[in-house]
């Protein structure tokens, strides 16, 4: 880290002086004030979320000169995904990279949470992506006063156990992990597992003590999760495309003038297009090293698979909105 030589009496003076003049900052200021932000995930150290947050920090105090520092917290270290959430909504955390649990707290975006609603990437984007992404968005900053930034590629959710998955009734009466979405849980009922939620950051040990049998995740994620030292088996499910939101608390994003907000949205957009490039790069590069250490692939039929997830659509849909889920499934051509 760059180190600054101490300040003299007479420049902190100078310094406080300026800054008593007025809030915010100018990027070509030596006097400018810091402002110092906090950004959470659940991830390790190993994870792109991680590295694209530190992509997030790089541009941020690149393009401030400095003048916004930021701070991260990864593996869970300001809490699991709810968490996140609700120091958001109070302004104790600034950002968060959150997913599927803002459909706790606004319903319409755990649509996205269906599995086997999106048949491929491309499918995916289009929709978040487009007016029903922005729709989306608008209704969780509604209702939770927290502000999507932007949507990271996460790579398709893949499923890892300890037997070989080849086909919808290998899943019968499985126990496995799900996050807390509820969207997930119902579909995966459909599907004849046993889904049982549970935080993140016990699911190394609890797979390692036999509590549960099975997870699902992105490939990237089961990697830096280092999953793979607890599983034998990985299933190539595709059952859902996932994202993860880089969101930020409306409570901190007003207290900001717009010199500030300009220059987070512009580091947001090109920490998204860092994060996205390395899931496409390397996600096949982390699957070859997981085989290589023994995890055994299988392909089960996926057309099988979501027929049966499918069957949950509808009655989830008719708990949050209907309407928005029919538009979705028009918008995709079915």
């Given amino acids: 880290m760059k180190k600054f030589p101490m300040l003299t009496i007479k420049t902190m003076l100078v310094c406080a002086a300026v800054g008593l003049l007025g809030s915010g900052f100018a990027t070509n200021s030596q006097a400018a004030d810091k402002i110092t932000l906090k950004l959470g995930h659940i991830q390790t150290e190993n994870d792109f979320w991680h590295l694209g947050s530190l992509k997030f920090k790089e541009e941020l105090e690149k393009r401030s000169n400095g003048a916004i520092v930021l701070n991260i917290y990864a593996n869970s270290t300001l809490g699991g995904d709810?968490?996140?959430?609700?120091?958001?909504?109070?302004?104790?955390?600034?950002?968060?990279?959150?997913?599927?649990?803002?459909?706790?707290?606004?319903?319409?975006?755990?649509?996205?949470?269906?599995?086997?609603?999106?048949?491929?990437?491309?499918?995916?984007?289009?929709?978040?992506?487009?007016?029903?992404?922005?729709?989306?968005?608008?209704?969780?900053?509604?209702?939770?006063?927290?502000?999507?930034?932007?949507?990271?590629?996460?790579?398709?959710?893949?499923?890892?156990?300890?037997?070989p998955i080849n086909k919808l009734a290998d899943l019968k009466g499985l126990k496995i992990r799900m996050p807390q979405i509820p969207a997930m849980v119902a579909s995966f009922k459909a599907m004849g597992a046993n889904p049982t939620p549970m935080a993140w950051s016990e699911v190394y040990t609890g797979l390692e003590q036999n509590v549960i049998e099975a997870q699902e995740n992105p490939i990237p994620f089961i990697y830096g999760g280092r999953i793979q030292e607890v599983q034998k088996y990985i299933a190539l499910t595709d059952h859902k495309y996932e994202y993860v939101t880089i969101a930020m608390s409306d409570k901190r994003w007003q207290s900001l003038n717009e010199e500030q907000r300009k220059i987070i949205t512009e580091a947001a957009d090109v920490a998204t297009a860092y994060e996205n490039k390395l899931v496409i790069d390397k996600t096949n590069e982390l699957l070859e090293e997981m085989k290589k250490g023994g995890l055994q692939v299988t392909t089960p039929d996926k057309k099988e698979l979501a027929v049966a997830a499918r069957t949950a659509?509808?009655?989830?849909?008719?708990?949050?909105?209907?309407d928005l889920y029919k538009r979705i499934v028009k918008e995709l051509g079915r």
């Fill in 82 to 163: 709810r968490d996140l959430v609700e120091g958001m909504q109070i302004g104790t955390v600034d950002f968060g990279l959150v997913a599927g649990v803002l459909s706790n707290f606004e319903g319409t975006i755990g649509l996205l949470e269906l599995p086997y609603l999106f048949d491929n990437q491309d499918e995916f984007n289009k929709i978040i992506h487009g007016p029903i992404g922005e729709e989306i968005s608008g209704n969780v900053l509604k209702k939770t006063s927290v502000r999507i930034l932007n949507w990271w590629d996460r790579g398709p959710r893949q499923i890892t156990s300890n037997k």
């Fill in 313 to 322: 659509h509808e009655d989830y849909a008719k708990t949050v909105d209907l």
